[in-house]
């Protein structure tokens, strides 16, 4: 397993004598029950006088870890504070250099008609002999968000290549808004679709384009934005300027700003603003806060619950269970490539998800 992985690596670092050990997001693959047995090791190491360093974003680990902790902000160093002496709040204020909401505030959903529905759909992988996506069902209805769970590489992000048209599905059928999609073209399922993608350097933005043309990519054809096969550049800058200020992305100049000098966290609110200002029928969100401040996190989940709100559905897919757990109003558990367990996040705890996560459960048919 992959924290059998880990504990490998430590031993491995054990052995040539270290007496320090530095670890970078080393839970970011982990269930739950992994994560606590890699830290009872750590906690061993302690004991026997070695010194740890973790570097990681996810505050509950921090608290029930670490002994001090040190914050940075862009790139600066802010302070040292005792965890015993501090709180989750504090560390987030220090982080951010403002009071932050860390909890997500939302009304109960009110789901409405059935805007997405994937039937028996199974997508091939390309490293491996088999279905990376294997006879996955599912339905996401207006005014909810839906939530795919689980660990890395279990077909979440082949899940999401077949419903945006980035890659072909083998079987199984994709209905949105009452029309199959299961071929249709890119564009044709952007009409009522918008997809915040995983990686956004690689998926989401032209990183040497400006600010201004990243934020028409998908719409630079349409008649608002072109007369006669030429930009209207005015146009453009125009609508580029209004997405910068309602959704506060900051750059050092404005919509000329060359988008790979800009900062992650502004990257990602460009194409947030970018792809919840196409108004859709479905949000496809994939690890919409991945590598972000608790700033920024708080800023992305206020607008995908907003999205919820206004009567959007929202499919989100995340490695991380404080935000499945906080945002979503239905949670499926995807293992190896097959839907494994549907859960109510007001009724099921992070260690059950863990299980289902780490294959030890499967619903309807389970494993003690």
Same mark, same amino acid.
């Given at each position: 397993?992959?924290?059998q992985k880990q504990?490998?690596?430590?031993?491995k670092?054990l052995y040539?004598?270290?007496?320090?050990?530095?670890l970078d997001?080393?839970t970011?693959?982990?269930?739950?029950?992994e994560?606590?047995?890699?830290f009872?090791v750590?906690?061993n190491m302690?004991a026997?006088g070695?010194?740890?360093?973790?570097?990681?974003?996810?505050?509950?680990?921090?608290?029930?870890?670490s002994?001090k902790v040190a914050?940075l902000?862009?790139?600066?160093?802010i302070?040292?504070?005792n965890?015993?002496?501090t709180?989750?709040?504090?560390?987030?204020?220090?982080?951010?250099?403002?009071?932050v909401?860390?909890e997500v505030t939302?009304?109960?959903?009110k789901?409405?008609?059935?805007?997405?529905?994937v039937?028996?759909l199974?997508v091939?992988?390309?490293?491996?002999k088999r279905?990376?996506?294997?006879?996955?069902s599912f339905?996401?209805r207006?005014?909810?968000?839906v939530?795919?769970?689980?660990i890395?590489g279990?077909?979440q992000t082949?899940l999401?290549?077949?419903?945006?048209?980035?890659d072909?599905?083998?079987s199984?059928?994709?209905?949105?808004?009452?029309?199959?999609?299961?071929h249709a073209s890119?564009?044709h399922r952007?009409?009522?679709?918008?997809h915040?993608?995983e @990686?956004?350097? $690689?998926?989401? =933005?032209?990183l040497d384009y400006s600010l201004?043309n990243?934020?028409v &990519?998908?719409?630079?054809?349409?008649?608002e934005f072109?007369?006669?096969g030429?930009?209207?550049?005015?146009k453009v800058r125009?609508?580029s300027?209004?997405?910068?200020a309602?959704?506060?992305v900051?750059?050092?100049?404005g919509?000329?700003?060359?988008?790979?000098s800009?900062?992650g966290?502004?990257q990602q609110?460009a194409?947030?603003a970018?792809?919840?200002d196409?108004?859709p029928k479905l949000?496809?969100?994939v690890?919409?806060?991945?590598?972000?401040?608790?700033?920024a996190i708080?800023y992305i989940?206020?607008?995908i619950?907003a999205?919820? @709100?206004k009567? $959007?559905?929202? =499919?989100l897919v995340?490695l991380?269970?404080?935000?499945?757990m906080? &945002?979503s109003?239905?949670i499926l558990v995807m293992?190896?490539?097959e839907i494994?367990?549907?859960f109510?996040?007001?009724t099921?705890t992070?260690q059950?998800l863990?299980l289902?996560m780490?294959g030890a459960r499967?619903?309807g048919?389970?494993?003690?």
């Amino acid at each position: 397993s992959v924290s059998q992985k880990q504990t490998v690596e430590i031993v491995k670092v054990l052995y040539r004598g270290a007496d320090t050990l530095i670890l970078d997001e080393p839970t970011a693959v982990l269930t739950p029950q992994e994560t606590e047995k890699l830290f009872n090791v750590l906690r061993n190491m302690r004991a026997d006088g070695k010194a740890i360093v973790i570097i990681t974003h996810k505050l509950h680990e921090v608290m029930s870890l670490s002994d001090k902790v040190a914050v940075l902000r862009k790139g600066q160093y802010i302070g040292t504070v005792n965890t015993s002496e501090t709180t989750k709040q504090e560390l987030s204020n220090m982080m951010v250099g403002r009071p932050v909401q860390l909890e997500v505030t939302k009304d109960e959903a009110k789901p409405a008609g059935e805007v997405l529905k994937v039937d028996h759909l199974c997508v091939h992988s390309h490293v491996q002999k088999r279905n990376a996506v294997n006879d996955v069902s599912f339905t996401v209805r207006a005014g909810e968000i839906v939530c795919i769970a689980g660990i890395d590489g279990n077909g979440q992000t082949e899940l999401v290549y077949g419903l945006t048209g980035l890659d072909k599905p083998s079987s199984g059928t994709i209905t949105l808004c009452g029309k199959d999609i299961s071929h249709a073209s890119i564009r044709h399922r952007g009409e009522h679709m918008s997809h915040i993608p995983e @990686d956004r350097h $690689k998926h989401g =933005l032209v990183l040497d384009y400006s600010l201004e043309n990243n934020m028409v &990519l998908q719409r630079y054809w349409q008649p608002e934005f072109q007369k006669g096969g030429f930009i209207r550049s005015e146009k453009v800058r125009e609508y580029s300027d209004k997405l910068i200020a309602q959704y506060d992305v900051r750059s050092g100049q404005g919509s000329a700003t060359i988008v790979r000098s800009m900062s992650g966290g502004n990257q990602q609110k460009a194409i947030i603003a970018r792809e919840i200002d196409k108004d859709p029928k479905l949000l496809v969100a994939v690890q919409p806060t991945r590598g972000l401040d608790v700033g920024a996190i708080e800023y992305i989940h206020s607008q995908i619950v907003a999205e919820r @709100d206004k009567g $959007k559905a929202v =499919l989100l897919v995340s490695l991380e269970l404080d935000e499945v757990m906080n &945002l979503s109003d239905r949670i499926l558990v995807m293992y190896e490539g097959e839907i494994v367990g549907e859960f109510d996040p007001k009724t099921t705890t992070v260690q059950e998800l863990g299980l289902y996560m780490a294959g030890a459960r499967k619903q309807g048919k389970e494993n003690n």
